[in-house]
């Protein structure tokens, strides 16, 4: 099986990082990047989510939704993959482009290679979960139904 790594959104399929400059309308509101709706959901306050969607890039956005001396939701564990979901959907089904670069990458396996994350990412090592690159051939299979 073929496999596309992508990480950097300066690299070969960086489309497929949150950190993408993708804008999204997602919950009433554009969200400048995917990363910037993702990390405001980890938030029951409203102020604080909006301070997160304005987020000058998305590495601000993912600061500010590391911050601790901020109260998590308390289903967050339980619904931040269904979230990770929501905005990818959204993300390649609002531009066409994405769309067909998901779609043109066929049954390749997707894995967001980073020593960084051994959840989203596949902790450099693959060892890691990849549940972001697991969620991309999720949507990529829903696409192709559509």
């Known amino acids: ?26 919950d ?5 990047t995917s990363e910037h709706y993702f990390q405001a959901q980890k938030f029951h ?19 500010l939704g590391r911050d601790r001396k901020q109260k998590l939701r308390s289903d967050w564990e339980s619904v931040k993959v269904e ?10 089904t609002q531009h066409d482009e994405l769309r067909q670069l998901l779609l043109d990458t066929g049954d390749a396996k997707l894995v967001e290679h980073t020593g960084n994350d ?16 697991q969620l991309l051939m999720q949507v990529r299979e829903e696409l192709r139904g559509a």
């Open 118 to 133: 051994s959840y989203w990412g596949d902790g450099g090592d693959g060892r890691g979960r990849n549940m972001l690159g």
């Open 1 to 26: 099986m073929n496999t596309i790594n992508f990480y950097r959104t300066t690299d070969d399929y960086g489309e497929f990082s949150n950190f993408s400059h993708h804008r999204i309308w997602l």
């Open 45 to 63: 306050d409203a102020a604080y989510r909006e301070r997160i969607r304005r987020a000058h890039s998305p590495m601000d956005a993912a600061n």
């Open 28 to 32: 009433g509101a554009h969200w400048p």
């Open 83 to 92: 979230v990770m979901r929501k905005a990818l959907r959204a993300k390649f």
